[in-house]
């Protein structure tokens, strides 16, 4: 699969795994600690966790229901332990597909690598009030460009397989069909939470048009990429307010 597991950078992420229960499910490092990143930020080493079921899990890599642990997974960690979960680890091959293709709708017919790692990098913080306040607005650029490397590494095998796309991995380059039947190709396979949120967006008060319907109207739409980005937007600004007041709520409790 695509998502591979890396070793393990030290001794410092076995001393940390030795605190927890030894039937994780996964256990995965991120940060500028473990991949180097530009910026001003690039030498911190504060380190905080946080845990979930395998069960939500599966479900946010499936549907993207917040794309909180999706969006994390979809950009670049270090895998420190996961065992042989059959359903967890096609989930996790599903949710690089779904960034590609979320990708591929947002973007022109023709881009470069470093454009579509860095659309990917980006997706989960589409619409999250840390990038209007707080986080540097370059932070994207920042985790792709030092590590264009290792993103060829995670999701070269499914641009190499992928139907819709002409990938020149030499010259770094892509190319995409998009025309309207390629387009609802795509957006029949995007996770169910986004169909919803464009359906939602497109459906007009009173049609109550199914899911499929609205996605072959937004195939059709020469607005289709932005339509999919506020569909992207709408999903992340509610969960990254929730989740930022559940931390505050975390903190105070723990300080």
Not at 1 to 11: N, R
Not at 109 to 116: A, Q
Request: charged share 20%; hydrophobic share 40%.
């Amino acid at each position: 699969m695509a998502l591979q597991a890396l070793q393990s950078s030290g001794v410092a992420f076995r001393k940390i795994l030795s605190h927890f229960p030894e039937e994780l499910s996964l256990a995965f490092a991120y940060g500028s600690g473990v991949y180097r990143q530009a910026g001003p930020s690039s030498d911190q080493k504060l380190i905080k966790y946080g845990v979930i079921s395998t069960s939500v899990l599966i479900e946010d890599l499936l549907n993207w229901n917040n794309l909180y642990i999706a969006g994390r997974l979809q950009k670049l960690v270090k895998i420190v332990a996961m065992n042989e979960d059959v359903a967890l680890r096609s989930a996790l091959d599903q949710n690089l597909k779904s960034a590609v293709t979320a990708a591929f709708l947002m973007l022109p017919e023709s881009f470069s690598e470093e454009d579509l790692f860095t659309e990917i990098a980006g997706l989960s913080y589409s619409g999250d009030f840390r990038m209007v306040v707080g986080e540097d607005k370059a932070k994207v650029l920042n985790i792709v460009k030092p590590n264009m490397a290792h993103f060829r590494d995670l999701y070269g095998r499914i641009l190499q397989e992928s139907p819709q796309v002409v990938y020149q991995a030499q010259q770094g380059s892509l190319e995409i069909d998009k025309s309207p039947e390629g387009q609802f190709t795509q957006l029949m396979t995007l996770p169910k939470t986004l169909q919803q949120q464009i359906n939602h967006i497109m459906d007009p008060p009173g049609k109550n048009r199914d899911v499929e319907e609205t996605l072959f109207q937004v195939a059709h739409d020469p607005d289709c990429g932005n339509v999919v980005r506020l569909g992207l937007k709408k999903s992340v600004v509610y969960s990254s307010l929730k989740l930022r007041k559940m931390w505050k709520g975390w903190l105070r409790k723990t300080s």
